[in-house]
């Protein structure tokens, strides 16, 4: 999510079961119920109940058939859900969606799905979709590592953003942290050549993660500063912008003293 220093501090509730060491553990089928599928697994987001207000039901039901899809097995045919052929870029915990939205105004060549869980976020983003008529944006309601394990193609995405997920900072829950060597893994599978995949966190134990789990990755390779490369030489070419809006809960953190930490990995061509 980008509207929240630690987006997914705010998703659905799921039902989990218990670790040996007291965390949660893996979801439940039987609470779940047959056939869930938006939450398969509690690795990246944590419980919150939320409700849609009124006006946010009535936006939803207009506008979310036509921009809007649960995570399924399918894969994605973008060209068609589109309307027209263009680089893709998935953003990874959209959040309510300001700075999806900016991005998505500012860079309309380019077809953006924001990927989330938590519904009343989601049902924020569908209103200024609407209101704005934003014609670049699809938006996905799962998880995101399921998305790209079924719905994505290799080689099939010019950009992946993640911004401000999930630190869990305590020891025994780093096990849950979105952005383990598997999942970056398959990000830089579903990139195509020179793809970018551009994070961004505000904590400074989960930075030294990623820093370590990206440059391990054998098919990306540094494009600024923080990940070994020289980002004015790539600032141009770059197939999606490296520049991020800042939204109101990052600059608490800004006010707060939190650093944040910028990464921006290409595929290597």
């Given at each position: 999510?980008?509207?929240?220093?630690?987006?997914?501090?705010?998703?659905?509730?799921?039902?989990?079961?218990?670790?040996?060491?007291?965390?949660?553990?893996?979801?439940?089928?039987?609470?779940?119920?047959?056939?869930?599928?938006?939450?398969?697994?509690?690795?990246?987001?944590?419980?919150?109940?939320?409700?849609?207000?009124?006006?946010?039901?009535?936006?939803?039901?207009?506008?979310?058939?036509?921009?809007?899809?649960?995570?399924?097995?399918?894969?994605?045919?973008?060209?068609?859900?589109?309307?027209?052929?263009?680089?893709?870029?998935?953003?990874?915990?959209?959040?309510?969606?300001?700075?999806?939205?900016?991005?998505a105004r500012d860079e309309?060549?380019?077809?953006?799905?924001?990927?989330?869980?938590?519904?009343?976020?989601?049902?924020?983003?569908?209103?200024?979709?609407?209101?704005?008529?934003?014609?670049?944006?699809?938006?996905?309601?799962?998880?995101?590592?399921?998305?790209?394990?079924?719905?994505?193609?290799?080689?099939?995405?010019?950009?992946?953003?993640?911004?401000?997920?999930?630190?869990?900072?305590?020891?025994?829950?780093?096990?849950?942290?979105?952005?383990?060597?598997?999942?970056?893994?398959?990000?830089?599978?579903?990139?195509?050549p020179g793809g970018v995949?551009?994070?961004?966190?505000?904590?400074?134990?989960?930075?030294?993660?990623?820093?370590?789990?990206?440059?391990?990755?054998?098919?990306?390779?540094?494009?600024?500063?923080?990940?070994?490369?020289?980002?004015?030489?790539?600032?141009?070419?770059?197939?999606?912008?490296?520049?991020?809006?800042?939204?109101?809960?990052?600059?608490?953190?800004?006010?707060?003293?939190?650093?944040?930490?910028?990464?921006?990995?290409?595929?290597?061509?």
């Amino acid at each position: 999510m980008n509207d929240a220093v630690h987006p997914h501090s705010e998703s659905v509730p799921v039902a989990v079961t218990e670790d040996a060491d007291g965390s949660p553990g893996a979801p439940n089928p039987r609470r779940l119920g047959a056939g869930s599928r938006l939450y398969p697994r509690v690795t990246s987001f944590r419980s919150r109940r939320g409700a849609l207000t009124p006006n946010q039901q009535k936006s939803w039901d207009r506008t979310w058939p036509v921009i809007g899809r649960d995570v399924a097995d399918e894969a994605l045919d973008t060209d068609a859900w589109f309307g027209r052929h263009a680089p893709l870029v998935i953003e990874i915990g959209c959040g309510t969606g300001t700075a999806t939205a900016a991005m998505a105004r500012d860079e309309p060549h380019i077809d953006l799905i924001g990927i989330e869980v938590y519904q009343p976020g989601l049902a924020q983003l569908v209103q200024r979709i609407e209101r704005e008529e934003i014609g670049n944006i699809r938006l996905l309601r799962g998880d995101a590592v399921d998305v790209l394990e079924n719905m994505i193609a290799p080689g099939s995405l010019t950009g992946v953003r993640v911004f401000f997920p999930d630190p869990w900072p305590k020891a025994r829950h780093h096990k849950r942290r979105l952005l383990q060597p598997a999942t970056v893994a398959l990000i830089a599978d579903r990139l195509r050549p020179g793809g970018v995949l551009h994070i961004a966190t505000d904590h400074a134990g989960y930075a030294e993660h990623i820093a370590e789990v990206g440059a391990a990755e054998p098919l990306l390779t540094g494009l600024n500063e923080t990940t070994g490369g020289v980002s004015a030489e790539h600032r141009d070419s770059a197939p999606i912008g490296f520049e991020r809006p800042v939204t109101k809960f990052e600059s608490k953190a800004h006010r707060a003293g939190s650093a944040i930490n910028e990464f921006i990995w290409g595929k290597i061509e």
